[in-house]
């Protein structure tokens, strides 16, 4: 008896790890050469991996939805004669075995778990007898530009008729041969159409509606375009722990919302922003690229990305630096409104020198936002969330939030970009000094 | 007299096999379809080539075989010698070009196509004027299809006539010459050269190349000249003809060494090529971009100018029946609307010379020059046991494949009956079969096809009866 | 006159309106024969008078009188008025077969059928004449094919200007009539300057010249009088002062107490005005201007005062801006008509053969017209093919023509 | 950057006797016409000024003497009264070669240029035929203000039926001349006067090198033809194709050299019908194109250059077309070289074509 071991097969594109979908046997179930034995699955496509061999599972690789890095066991069976793998290493457990110190996957014994499953990164491959030695059949690069794409004439036709290209379709078949099965998945669009439910939960649709982009929708897209093309972005994540900034906002809220209203995370946050920018300028300024201009503001006319029906608006806090933070949220707030009844003048939805966004509950573990074009930097918050960290030594559960904020690199160099997002994230973790400088 | 007029969605001039079938398809696909042929239905192919030779091919070996058993077959079949009356075996042949030409006219009325008898001449891209005898018939179309075909290249030195011919008139001897001197030992030359002798003439080749078939590699080409050797064919490469002999009965020779000779030759074959018919319809007038003397065409055989189509041996190499049907098949069905390209992955050639040739996709000097790293293999016809029943054991298959993905890129073979074999070989290659498709494949024993199975298991390093 | 009167301008209007007759008066017309004829080596001076007068042969009475009378015998008279008719016949058959839409257009020459007639019978074979879309009668006269000027026409397969010009835009070489150009007045230069050409090459033909009243407004006509003077051309420059230019009366084209002739004396050039109407008149003038020209002694601008009896084209209906009934009582009267009465005057024509010869030539046309519509007309589709287009734009056609007919597909 | 003579005659059918002599751009075109006057005596001249005096350039100077006033003759100021009356020689049979004084002034003889000359043969299916030859000097770059600096050639690019020629050497002017007084088609010759005297790259301040003292200076004396409709490949290059003619094929060069950039200069010598195989293979090879003419921008030939090259060169191209013309402003006089596209406007074309 001996013991074969399958590996998570390369499947081209330079993909490191492999996630298990599905199991199609347990331990102990004897398995038939060319026997599907699993479905895993990369952001491309789903693949079955068939047995190479016969004989009985003795231990799976992983549990279905983990990920496996490509190389690793994914399959352990008993097998007659010698088996692919080292003198097992006694009965084993069916524990996750750490891989053996010091175990490299050496190259040819990927090649060899390579080799035993022939052709293109898709399901059935023709398996070779254990026994042959190993063909000298290369792993099926995808076919290089310029090599006319093998079809038969029938699945030519049928690729013409259905107005499909064949060099763009990847072939399972033998040298990357296209089938029509090749030609079905590539119309489903890459994953396999689920059986068709019989309830209508699940009944395909094929309507579609044009909405034509005007107003206001078309002003967003050309701004986003023209920073986008004109900015070269770069986006700066830091983690903050905000567990006393929130524990001092609870408290202000409890003794002055009645008279001053309530305080959201916002209006803390702009302070810092407003104090830091003092060490970091450049920050706080526009750029006209055409005249090859930065214009440093001494006011911190602060933009706040605002969510209304019609789309995304920013209207803009002016002098936040003389706000206190009840000011500025009373300021928010009616812009906010204004803003949302279509109400908010030109004045108040232009002149902003940085700009804060957020996507509140939804805020997501990072984002990219897109710079308020002539403006150079962006502050975007991401959610709160309650995190195991390790403080002193000790595992302590604190409130962490993450700051995306993006900046024009033509004018504003990382470290500067960095520096003025730890100031920010030094006033946030220290709030005292917000209200002290 | 004034012309009359008439319109139609699709004109084909040329009804040879490119533009009958062109015609039919269009026809099944409800185009309305007008063709104009000159002279008959099936065109050269079928009046006075492939199927006439392979006619006159067959009865020569017929009377061949018997004049063997008239002396020492190995079969022990003795017959007193036999005689042939060459004008009946013309009949005969022309029985079977009489039955094609009428299915094709048959085939075209069934699918509505309007055939006109007469010269068609191209007055501009959209119409045709054709001189049917009566008043000229003015013909405007959407589509203007053309199949006009090949002729047979004249020799400046060697005008056809008298008993200088071509091989239209070889395929219909009145009588059998004493002595035919072919110039040109193409695939034309050299079928109907050997078909002449086994018919009992004496036959001389000239050929200016340095080997018989110039177009095919030397290992294909040994079996067919030993074969030359043992019918008693004389052949004189790197030789030229000068032109008629004096006496006009043979022909003025110079051979590879530069010094003059007569031959003297009671008929005189002429057989050094095929140029597209490209003169006497007014072709030139739609000013197209050529292909040195073919009409260009892209893969959907579109000429340049706008709606104006052009297939078969019109529009170049290889100047091969088949290719013009497919080529015909295609245009129809993209005039109908549909998406077609004209990409097959081998077109098959035949030369039914004794033995045949086959040669299909890429030889191993092919895939060398375009760098193509290929295994290749024979398998000899010495070692299969059919090919020694059928007492032709000369020749062999080779395959050529890709050494990295084993794909099959090419099949040959040299030897008696395998133009048969070519269906194997194209099928192979278009479906993208690797050699173990083949190796895995049981073919019938015992039967010529098994050297095809074989060569694929040589080529994988394990063949089993050799 | 007082100064303090305010200015008004001055826009010249004809004397006769729809409903309103005309006062032809303004023509100042001379007695027949009481015109001398001085020697064609005159001084351009001279010919002052000339040009202010009206040089007529046919009086009144239909006989020929005084100095210009060219004592023509009965053939070529005859001949003449053949021409004439022929030309009045075709211009007929052809407005109807335009009703029929068989042509897109047509213009007749209605009432001024003598000037080409008489003029073209006094000039020589391979001199040019550069003409207006008005002188078909030169066709006439010098006997082109009625079938091939049908087929220009028709716009068939056997047009000879391939379907390319407006109907009536002829082109023949072969017959002196120079291709015919839309744009007015162009060919005044043009005939100076090809009979500069014979000039210079010492050849012995010359150049007539072809304008309506209309186009003397135009600059080339004056650039054509100025070269003509400084290079003393062997050339003829035709005024046909037929009063209207579509609904524009001859005065606009300055014809108000000046006569056209008068602007040839004044570009120093020997000038006469000549009855149109009258065939002897006309066939006199033109051989004493041809006979200058061939002498060296340079050119002659004749204005031949006419009237245009029918409409400017197919698309024209002169009721709207004249009297129709106008042509009735204009005093230089019907051209066909005056060398009829001539004629039988002379006792060489008589009413009947006059009924014959109308008869023999409606038939001549019809019959022309029958074997040219055979060749197809512009509706029925049988025009040249469009394959043709590409030639003749350059000598030979270059390369991106090649292309254009090859995504054209023709 | 030395372009052989000989290279540069290729496909130009030379019976030049051998014996080539240093000329100016003005006695190139005289010589080209006296060869003319001698070969065929259908050809005559005429014009304002060019019998007795010679031409206002010169460039007609010592023919009426030589040839007579039978040949060539004085003629009334009137462009159209010249171009009509040798629409009418021409259809005699003549091949008049007549000289618009200044290309600005043509304006009054568009009618006879364009609906007859241009037409001629086409509607009469070539009955009658106009094979007459315009030439017109043309360009600025000698403070000859708005009526006398104009470039006009895309009014004739535009007619079919004529062929617009404009050389930018001496050799060129001989070649190209002889051709199109040879040719049975109309032919508008524009002569850049800038050029008449020596090569003109732009830096008004630097003193004129004479063609005597030049390269392309030597022009052999008897007949001989530069074909039409076929460009010259000025310079060879590879990083970018500038098309142009006449003056600026000079101050692109000069552009080029200044920006250290290795520039493909195409001279078109014939701008209609164009040689569009040479421009389409040199844009090709470059995939970058840059088009500069004297001429006004809007609607100039320039225009459908850049939409030929992107018609045909489309998937080659790396970088926008770039085109460097006169602007949209009648030509000013003292403000010439503001107007006028120097080197340095070329060089920024050519630098923003490389970075694009």
Redesign the interface.
């Known amino acids: 008896m001996g013991t074969h071991v399958i590996r998570m097969p390369d499947l081209g594109e330079g993909i490191a790890e492999v996630e298990v979908v599905a199991w199609r046997v347990q331990p102990g179930d004897a398995v038939v050469e060319d026997q599907v034995l699993a479905d895993v699955m990369t952001d491309k496509a789903t693949v079955e991996i068939p047995s190479p061999v016969h004989g009985t599972v003795v231990a799976l690789g992983g549990n279905v939805g983990e990920s496996l890095a490509v190389g690793a066991e994914l399959i352990r069976l008993d097998v007659e004669g010698a088996g692919n793998a080292p003198a097992a290493a006694g009965a084993v457990a069916d524990e996750p075995a750490e891989l053996p110190h010091g175990f490299v996957p050496e190259p040819e014994r990927v090649e060899e778990a390579v080799a035993s499953i022939a052709g293109a990164p898709a399901a059935e491959a023709p398996a070779a007898a254990p026994a042959a030695p190993p063909r000298p059949v290369q792993a099926p690069a995808l076919r290089l530009a310029g090599e006319k794409p093998l079809a038969a004439p029938a699945v030519r036709k049928r690729a013409w008729d259905l107005g499909i290209e064949l060099h763009y379709v990847a072939g399972s078949g033998p040298a990357g041969r296209i089938t029509h099965a090749d030609l079905d998945a590539y119309v489903a669009g890459q994953r396999r159409p689920p059986a068709p439910a019989p309830d209508g939960r699940y009944a395909q649709r094929d309507g579609e509606e044009t909405v034509p982009v005007i107003g206001l929708r078309r002003k967003i897209a050309e701004r986003m375009q023209l920073a986008k093309r004109r900015i070269p972005h770069f986006t700066y994540v830091e983690e903050v722990d905000v567990t006393e900034l929130e524990a001092l906002r609870v408290q202000l809220n409890a003794r002055y919302g009645d008279d001053r209203g309530k305080l959201t995370l916002l209006p803390l946050l702009m302070r810092a922003v407003v104090l830091a920018v003092r060490r970091f300028p450049d920050i706080n300024a526009r750029y006209d690229d055409e005249a090859n201009v930065v214009t440093r503001h001494e006011p911190v006319h602060i933009g706040i990305a605002t969510q209304t029906d019609a789309g995304l608006m920013v209207p803009v806090v002016r002098h936040a630096e003389a706000r206190d933070p009840w000011s500025s949220a009373a300021e928010i707030a009616r812009l906010a409104d204004a803003a949302r009844h279509g109400k908010a003048t030109r004045d108040e939805l232009s002149g902003s020198t940085i700009t804060i966004t957020s996507l509140g509950a939804l805020g997501g573990i990072v984002s990219t936002p897109v710079i308020n074009h002539p403006e150079v930097a962006i502050v975007g918050v991401n959610r709160i969330v309650e995190r195991p960290v390790i403080r002193n030594g000790g595992m302590v559960a604190r409130k962490l939030m993450n700051l995306s904020s993006s900046f024009d690199h033509r004018v504003i160099d990382g470290m500067v970009a960095a520096g003025f997002i730890q100031a920010v994230r030094g006033y946030l973790e220290c709030p005292a000094t917000l209200f002290v400088e | 007299m004034a012309e009359t007029y008439d319109s139609t969605t699709l004109l084909v001039i040329g009804g040879g096999p490119g533009g009958y079938v062109a015609a039919i398809r269009a026809g099944q696909l409800g185009i309305p379809t007008v063709l104009v042929e000159g002279a008959d239905l099936g065109g050269t192919c079928l009046n006075i080539g492939c199927i006439p030779s392979k006619a006159l091919i067959h009865a020569a070996d017929a009377f061949h075989q018997a004049a063997r058993y008239a002396g020492e077959s190995p079969l022990g079949i003795r017959t007193a010698p036999p005689t042939i009356a060459i004008a009946s075996t013309v009949a005969w042949k022309d029985g079977i070009v009489g039955r094609l030409t009428g299915g094709v006219g048959a085939l075209l009325k069934k699918n509505g196509v309007r055939v006109v008898h007469g010269w068609a001449r191209i007055l501009d891209g959209k119409t045709v004027e054709v001189d049917e005898g009566g008043a000229p018939l003015r013909i405007r179309c959407e589509h203007l299809l053309l199949a006009t075909g090949s002729q047979a290249v004249e020799l400046p030195s060697l005008p056809f006539g008298g008993n200088v011919v071509s091989s239209t008139e070889a395929l219909a001897p009145s009588t059998l010459p004493g002595h035919l001197v072919v110039v040109g030992a193409g695939y034309i030359g050299l079928e109907l050269g050997i078909a002449y002798r086994k018919l009992g003439a004496r036959v001389t080749f000239v050929e200016a190349a340095g080997r018989l078939l110039p177009a095919y590699d030397d290992e294909l080409v040994r079996p067919v000249a030993t074969s030359l050797t043992r019918l008693g064919i004389a052949v004189h490469l790197e030789a030229s003809v000068l032109g008629p002999a004096d006496d006009g009965r043979g022909v003025r020779m110079r051979d590879g060494g530069g010094t003059e000779s007569v031959l003297a030759a009671d008929r005189v074959l002429v057989a050094v090529g095929r140029r597209p018919r490209t003169e006497g319809f007014g072709l030139e007038g739609l000013l197209l971009d050529m292909n040195g003397r073919f009409v260009h065409i892209d893969n959907q055989c579109r000429t340049s100018m706008r709606n104006v189509w052009a297939i078969g041996d019109l529009t170049g190499e290889p100047m091969l029946a088949h290719r013009a049907m497919a080529q015909g098949e295609m245009v129809a069905e993209i005039i109908a609307g549909r998406r077609r390209h004209f990409t097959p992955a081998a077109i098959p050639a035949v030369c039914f010379t004794d033995p045949e040739v086959v040669v299909v996709g890429m030889t191993p000097q092919d895939a060398a020059r375009l760098g193509i790293d290929c295994i290749s293999a024979h398998f000899p016809f010495a070692a299969n046991g059919r090919a020694m029943t059928l007492e032709a054991t000369d020749g062999f298959v080779r395959v050529v494949a890709r050494r990295d993905n084993h794909v099959i890129v090419g099949w040959q073979a040299v030897g008696g009956a395998v133009s048969e074999l070519s269906t194997a070989f194209v099928q192979a290659i278009e479906m993208g079969a690797q050699l173990e498709d083949v190796a895995g494949t049981i073919h019938a024993h015992p039967t010529l096809g098994e050297a095809v199975q074989e060569a694929a298991l040589r080529a994988l390093g394990h063949a089993l009866h050799v | 006159m007082s100064q303090s009167q305010p200015l008004s301008l001055h826009v010249p209007e004809p004397t006769g309106r729809p409903g309103c007759k005309t006062d032809f008066s303004y023509l100042d017309i001379h007695a027949a024969g009481t015109t001398p004829r001085p020697p064609v080596d005159v001084r351009y001076q001279d010919t002052a008078e000339l040009a202010a007068g009206m040089i007529r042969v046919l009086d009144d009475g239909d006989d020929a009188v005084g100095p210009w009378d060219p004592q023509l015998d009965r053939d070529l008279l005859l001949f003449g008025l053949r021409t004439m008719m022929k030309t009045r016949i075709f211009d007929a058959r052809m407005v109807i077969a335009q009703r029929q839409k068989k042509l897109s257009f047509y213009m007749t020459c209605l009432g001024e059928e003598a000037i080409g007639t008489a003029h073209a019978l006094a000039l020589r074979d391979g001199d040019?004449c550069?003409p207006t879309y008005r002188q078909q009668s030169l066709l006439m006269a010098r006997e082109y094919p009625l079938l091939d000027m049908l087929c220009q026409l028709l716009s068939n397969e056997h047009d000879?200007?391939?379907g390319?010009?407006l109907p009536v835009?002829y082109?023949?070489?072969a017959k002196g009539f120079?291709?015919i150009?839309?744009?007015l007045a162009?060919q005044?230069?043009?005939?100076?300057?090809?009979?500069?050409?014979?000039a210079?090459?010492g050849d012995t033909k010359i150049?007539s010249g072809w304008i309506g009243d209309g186009a003397t407004a135009e600059?080339?006509f004056h650039?054509?009088l100025?070269?003509a003077h400084?290079y003393r051309a062997p050339v003829i420059l035709n005024v046909v002062n037929n009063q209207w230019a579509i609904s524009t009366f001859q005065a606009i084209a300055g014809g108000e107490s000046v006569s056209f002739a008068a602007r040839g004396v004044g570009a120093g050039i020997a000038s006469l005005r000549v009855d149109g109407n009258d065939f002897l008149a006309v066939y006199a003038a033109s051989c004493w201007a041809a006979e200058r020209a061939r002498s060296n002694l340079g050119p002659t601008l004749i204005e031949w005062v006419t009237y245009r009896a029918g409409p400017h084209s197919t698309s024209d209906d002169p009721s709207r801006y004249r009297p129709a009934d106008e042509w009735t009582y204009f005093p230089l009267g019907d051209p066909i008509a005056r060398l009829r009465r001539h004629l039988v005057k002379k006792g060489w024509w008589s009413d009947a053969d006059h009924a014959a010869l109308q008869a023999e030539l409606e038939a001549e046309v019809l019959a022309a017209q029958r074997e040219a519509e055979?060749?197809g007309t512009l509706i029925d589709g049988?025009v040249p093919?469009?394959?043709s287009m590409f030639e003749?734009?350059?000598?030979e056609?270059?390369?991106?023509?090649?292309?254009q007919?090859?995504?054209?597909?023709? | 950057m030395k372009r052989d003579i000989d290279k540069h005659t290729a496909g130009a059918e030379t019976e030049a006797e051998t014996k080539t002599t240093p000329m100016t751009m003005i006695q190139a075109l005289r010589s080209a016409m006296d060869v003319m006057l001698g070969r065929d005596d259908n050809v005559v001249i005429y014009g304002q000024d060019v019998g007795y005096f010679g031409g206002v350039f010169r460039v007609t100077d010592g023919l009426q003497a030589k040839y007579g006033r039978q040949r060539v003759f004085d003629a009334p100021i009137s462009e159209g009264g010249i171009v009509g009356t040798a629409v009418g020689m021409a259809a005699y049979g003549l091949r008049p070669v007549v000289e618009i004084q200044f290309a600005d002034y043509f304006y009054p003889a568009t009618d006879q240029i364009v609906s007859e000359a241009a037409r001629l043969r086409y509607r009469s299916a070539g009955d009658f035929t106009a094979p007459l030859t315009i030439r017109m000097p043309c360009g600025g770059g000698i403070y000859g203000g708005q009526t006398h600096s104009q470039s006009p050639e895309a009014f004739f690019t535009h007619v079919c039926g004529l062929r617009t020629v404009m050389p930018s050497n001496p050799y060129d002017a001989k070649g190209l001349l002889i051709a199109a007084i040879e040719n049975d088609d109309p032919v508008i010759f524009l002569e850049p006067k800038r050029l008449y005297n020596g090569p003109f790259d732009g830096h008004h301040d630097r003193p004129v090198v004479s063609w005597a003292r030049h390269r392309m200076g030597d022009v052999p004396e008897g007949h001989y033809t530069v074909p039409l409709d076929k460009a010259a490949v000025f310079r060879e290059g590879n990083d970018v194709t500038v098309l142009t003619y006449g003056t600026m094929v000079w101050v692109s060069e000069a552009a080029a050299a200044e920006a250290g950039i290795d520039a493909e200069i195409i001279d078109l010598r014939t701008l209609w019908p164009l040689d569009l195989e040479t421009v389409v293979a040199s844009v090709n090879k470059t995939g970058r194109c840059v088009v500069v003419h004297e001429a006004t921008r809007t609607s100039g030939f320039g225009a459908e250059l850049a939409a030929l090259v992107q018609e045909h060169c489309f998937y080659h191209l790396e970088a926008p077309i770039e085109r460097v013309t006169g602007w949209d402003t009648p030509y000013p006089h003292a403000q010439e070289w503001a107007y006028f596209p120097g080197p340095d406007r070329v060089g920024a074309a050519l630098k923003r074509a490389m970075e694009a």
């Not at chain 3, 003749?392 to 000598?395: A, P, Q, R, S």
């Not at chain 3, 056609?397 to 292309?403: F, W």
């Open positions: 040019m550069f000879p200007l391939k390319r010009q835009m082109s023949v070489k120079f291709t150009s839309g744009n162009t005044i230069p043009q005939a100076v300057g090809w009979a500069m050409a014979s210079i090459k150049a600059s080339d650039t054509g100025t070269f400084v055979r060749h049988h093919s469009a394959a003749d734009v350059y000598k056609m270059p390369e991106h023509l090649r292309r007919r090859q995504q054209l597909g023709v």
